[in-house]
């Protein structure tokens, strides 16, 4: 059974840092992208960043970008989202994905986790 946990989230004064983790199990993910997506109370989910399997390729979105790190680690299967310079409008729920295909679009990823929140405080 393929599990994804996040953790990491909590609440944090505008400007400070979290660092997210998601561990995968149930299978090998090294030949899958991963990413993560957030979705704020009255919003819908949205693209925030995106590591390939291949090569490791990260994109990020322009809202993040310059403060948000994606990185992973197939040895633990686990990726990982460092936040920094946090901002009120990055609060949210953040889930992490994996998926063949992958992107910037939620449809390409098959496994999700349950989400874990950031807020951020200003």
């Known amino acids: 059974q393929v599990q994804l946990v996040e953790s990491g989230g909590g609440l944090v004064d505008a400007g400070g840092s979290l660092r997210l983790s998601c561990a995968a199990s149930?299978?090998?993910?090294?030949?899958?992208?991963m990413g993560w997506f957030r979705q704020a109370p009255g919003k819908e989910r949205e693209f925030v960043a995106s590591?390939?399997?291949?090569?490791?390729?990260?994109y990020l979105s322009d809202s993040v970008k310059g403060r948000f790190t994606i990185s992973r680690n197939d040895a633990k299967n686990t990726i990982y989202l460092q936040m920094n310079n946090l901002k009120p409008e990055d609060t949210a729920i953040y889930y992490c994905?994996?998926?063949?295909?992958?992107?910037?679009?939620?449809?390409?990823?098959?496994?999700w986790g349950q989400g874990t929140q950031v807020t951020v405080s200003s």
């Open positions: 994905a994996v998926g063949l295909v992958g992107g910037k679009l939620s449809r390409g990823y098959d496994y």
């Open positions: 590591i390939t399997w291949n090569f490791g390729i990260t």
């Open positions: 149930g299978r090998t993910f090294s030949r899958y992208d």
